[in-house]
């Protein structure tokens, strides 16, 4: 069975940092391109990163880029994405999300709010 | 970057009937659009690529179709569990990915 864990979602203050994991099992990890996807409370689906599958290409959306970065550690099947300069508008449950173009497998979110 | 927009905003439907979703590219996508349920509290998941495919495990009453700027989504015989939010997605032209700002089906 394919599982997706997040973790490391809080509550940090606007120009903060975090580092967001995704803990992964059942599927050959580093054969996969994995995908961060964010939702806003109450709003709909954002996609912010993509990783390919032995970490050689990085794609970020335009509302984080030189902010946020996303990396793999393959040999422990886990997905990262360090935030930096966190804005009141990344406020969002942010999921990692198994494939490149669609996705196949999501995890449960992590909950980040930026807030003072 | 391509827009999707779907339609309506809120469709309301009886259990028993047939719901239409549609979703609009700004630009042709061909046929690289997905489509996901939501459902409140969880993540999304995948219920079509390639424009028509069903991904594993989703029942055959959920079916897609169309190619270059309009797709349809469509739940033959809509069930309880099938009222959520549906997002399509177009992966055509990225990055960046970009998602329809979603259609909620609601029970009438």
């Known amino acids: 069975e394919v599982q997706l864990v997040e973790s490391g979602g809080d509550l940090v203050q606007p120009g903060g940092s975090l580092r967001l994991s995704c803990a992964t099992s059942g599927f050959t990890f580093n054969s996969y391109e994995m995908t961060w996807v964010r939702q806003a409370p109450g709003k709909g689906l954002e996609w912010i990163s993509y990783i390919s599958s032995i970490g050689s290409t990085k794609y970020y959306a335009d509302s984080v880029k030189g902010r946020f970065t996303i990396s793999r550690d393959n040999d422990k099947n886990s997905l990262h994405l360090q935030m930096h300069s966190l804005r009141a508008e990344d406020t969002a449950m942010y999921y990692c999300a198994r494939g490149g173009a669609y996705y196949w497998d999501w995890g449960q979110g992590t909950l980040v709010t930026v807030s003072s | 970057e391509v827009v999707m927009t779907q339609s309506p905003a809120t469709l309301s439907v009886s259990p028993g009937e047939r719901a239409t979703l549609s979703c609009r590219a700004s630009?042709?996508?061909?046929?690289?659009l997905a489509w996901y349920q939501q459902k409140p509290g969880q993540a999304p998941r995948l219920l079509i690529y390639?424009?028509?495919t069903r991904a594993t495990g989703i029942p055959a009453r959920f079916s897609g179709i169309g190619s270059g700027t309009e797709f349809t989504l469509t739940i033959s015989s809509l069930q309880s569990e099938d009222f959520a939010v549906y997002y399509c997605q177009q992966y055509n032209n990225w990055p960046p990915i970009t998602f329809g700002q979603g259609t909620r089906l609601e029970i009438k």
């Open positions: 390639d424009a028509s």
């Open positions: 630009q042709s996508v061909s046929s690289n």
